[in-house]
């Protein structure tokens, strides 16, 4: 996702319950009001692309200078051209000198003048199979969004493991990440913050009575025998845990460090589920569909890239790195006590019943499940087994029903079904029957209307990643995919194994501080022609580091999930640098065992793969 930048690294005053309305930073609205009445639109789901830091003329003088430097050093070749391009358009989005979108439009206005691609080709590459996907997926997002689908089952899920501090954080992380394989990862995470600060709020002013009920029954002493159970590591609360604390800068009072401790472990565990969750289908994140689009154009003869198949490979690897990081961030934030999270039978604290009540009672104002709900999960379902059944791989999908054009229907054409279906049926019954007998008509409506999905489409997003194809067409067109390809392989001496522990790396490390669709449309025109000189099967590179270009844990501004959870005030920047590399470190090593074991044998790794362009003699270095 885009990065959320500026206001959103500002810590937020008061508790901030408020759903996103818009802004970059999950609503930083006063009170305690939780947002979510039917047909409060919230905004786009997918981040947002934040102004231009007042760099504009940097990077016009930038520009100019960097094309006279090219004027003089540098032949006039298609591949130096194209790779000044490609200079211009990484330097502005990594300095975000002029709005990500803007710049994505350089390669529309420099290809032609270029001569390296036509003006009306350049033009296609900016609407694809994937925009009309994405159209697809908002349709259904919006939905959910506008009919509260979305809270109702983030709570469900919460209530169903439990209110144990470790199995409340568990319950919160799996709920987050399910939500945000189907919404983006930023309204994924501005939806369930709202519920995650009222129930923290609520825990703390329940301790709170409960003590204050303890001192007025003895007179202002403190009875021992009545203490809540707050035990760290198997042992009683110590006093570093229990010291009591003056109020935060942060505007919110914690009765204990311990209190503070776990705001933080639950807005962490937020930010990064819902990172985590959009790894594991291929409408999760923008990176994933990008990667998408970009293999299957530049490898049209393999079909091994679709919704079933990246669910295959990315689930183990989404599951495994949400556990682990549930256990690191216990341990970092509370300690990890083993036999005291899994005992049965245990009496729960008063602050544990505090947190199920809230929970409940927010379950009980959405009320039973209505039409709307009930329709918009039925076409949720429908969509989700349709991607999966389409071409699973070990079976013949629906698709071998249109033998006479395969390849014709793609995951895009399930999206766009559903999504038309929810402009189709109305938003509520069309007549009604009186007890008299009487038949009243109602207004037709459908379930969202255009102007709604306007206000969720990331068109941002659309024009970025059409920028990012156009980059691609005129690195192969140019000739300088091969060129850098060609300088590269003498990496093919090294093992395979530490090639994409190298690129991952570098990866996690850039998309720290480049947005995620930015460095994932940079680096695939170099992976791919990387692949294919050394030899190895381009999906060994491209997958990890596709992957890895959505680990930006490490700080507040690395993606809008985390601006999100920052902005209510509990955390610092050092608590999520050190919270998050551990996580970086997970997330790595759980993508370099999936290469070497399930995901190797998912597509057959071992071999150069006879859809992949070979290497010819003569441009082998």
Not at 210 to 228: C, P, R, Y
Not at 293 to 308: A, K, L, S, V
Request: charged content about 15%; aromatic content about 10%; overall charge neutral.
């Amino acid at each position: 996702m885009l990065r959320g930048r500026g206001a959103c690294g500002e810590q937020a005053q008061g508790h901030t319950l408020q759903g996103w309305a818009g802004g970059a930073c999950g609503g930083q609205a006063q009170g305690r009001t939780l947002r979510g009445e039917p047909g409060a639109v919230r905004g786009p789901p997918h981040g947002e692309v934040k102004e231009p830091r007042g760099g504009g003329l940097v990077g016009v003088a930038f520009l100019a200078g960097s094309r006279v430097w090219l004027l003089l050093s540098l032949l006039p070749l298609p591949e130096a051209e194209c790779a000044y391009t490609l200079a211009v358009v990484a330097a502005l989005w990594l300095t975000e000198a002029l709005p990500l979108p803007v710049t994505a439009l350089l390669p529309g206005l420099l290809f032609p003048l270029f001569g390296i691609t036509a003006s009306k080709e350049v033009a296609s590459a900016y609407f694809k199979d994937f925009h009309l996907l994405l159209i697809g997926v908002i349709c259904l997002a919006t939905s959910i969004e506008k009919w509260n689908l979305h809270k109702r089952i983030a709570l469900r899920m919460v209530m169903t493991v439990g209110v144990n501090p470790a199995w409340l954080t568990l319950g919160l992380m799996s709920s987050t990440a399910f939500l945000s394989m189907w919404l983006s990862n930023t309204s994924t995470a501005a939806m369930v913050m709202p519920i995650v600060e009222a129930v923290a709020q609520q825990i703390i002013s329940a301790q709170a009575e409960v003590e204050a009920t303890q001192m007025t029954s003895l007179g202002g002493s403190t009875n021992h025998g009545l203490e809540i159970d707050e035990s760290v590591n198997g042992q009683e609360t110590n006093e570093r845990n229990e010291k009591t604390i003056p109020n935060s800068d942060t505007g919110t009072k914690y009765r204990t460090k311990k209190d503070h401790m776990m705001c933080k472990l639950m807005c962490l565990c937020i930010a990064y589920s819902s990172t985590i969750g959009g790894l594991t289908t291929i409408t999760g994140t923008s990176t994933n569909l990008i990667f998408s689009e970009h293999f299957n154009t530049r490898y049209p003869d393999c079909r091994c890239i679709n919704f079933g198949s990246w669910f295959l490979l990315s689930f183990p690897a989404a599951v495994i790195i949400l556990l682990l990081s549930w256990i690191w961030l216990q341990w970092l934030f509370l300690g990890f006590n083993f036999k005291e999270m899994f005992k049965c039978g245990k009496t729960k604290t008063a602050k544990q019943k505090a947190c199920a009540e809230v929970i409940k009672q927010e379950y009980q104002k959405l009320g039973p499940m209505r039409y709307q709900e009930i329709v918009t999960l039925i076409l949720f379902i429908v969509m989700a087994l349709l991607w999966f059944s389409r071409d699973p791989g070990f079976v013949p999908g629906w698709s071998a029903l249109f033998s006479k054009y395969p390849g014709f229907a793609t995951d895009s054409t399930v999206a766009l079904l559903i999504g038309i279906l929810f402009f189709i049926i109305p938003a509520k019954r069309l007549t009604k029957t009186t007890p008299t007998g009487e038949i009243v008509a109602f207004d037709y409506s459908p379930l969202i209307t255009w102007k709604e999905f306007q206000s969720f489409m990331p068109w941002d997003i659309a024009i970025l990643v059409g920028g990012g194809f156009a980059l691609a067409d005129g690195c192969e067109e140019s000739g300088l995919s091969k060129w850098i390809g060609n300088k590269l392989s003498p990496l093919g001496s090294l093992p395979v194994w530490l090639i994409i522990l190298i690129s991952s790396l570098l990866v996690t490390s850039l998309t720290e501080v480049a947005s995620n669709p930015a460095t994932i449309t940079l680096l695939l025109p170099i992976l791919s022609p990387l692949a294919e000189a050394i030899q190895v099967n381009p999906l060994y590179i491209l997958i990890p580091s596709t992957l890895c270009t959505s680990f930006a844990f490490l700080l507040p501004v690395a993606n809008p999930p985390n601006a999100i959870v920052f902005s209510y005030g509990h955390l610092k920047v050092m608590d999520m640098v050190k919270a998050g590399l551990g996580v970086n470190i997970v997330g790595v090593a759980v993508v370099m065992l999936g290469m070497s074991t399930w995901i190797w044998a998912l597509f057959d790794l071992s071999t150069y793969p006879s859809w992949a362009p070979p290497i010819s003699n003569e441009t082998m270095p």
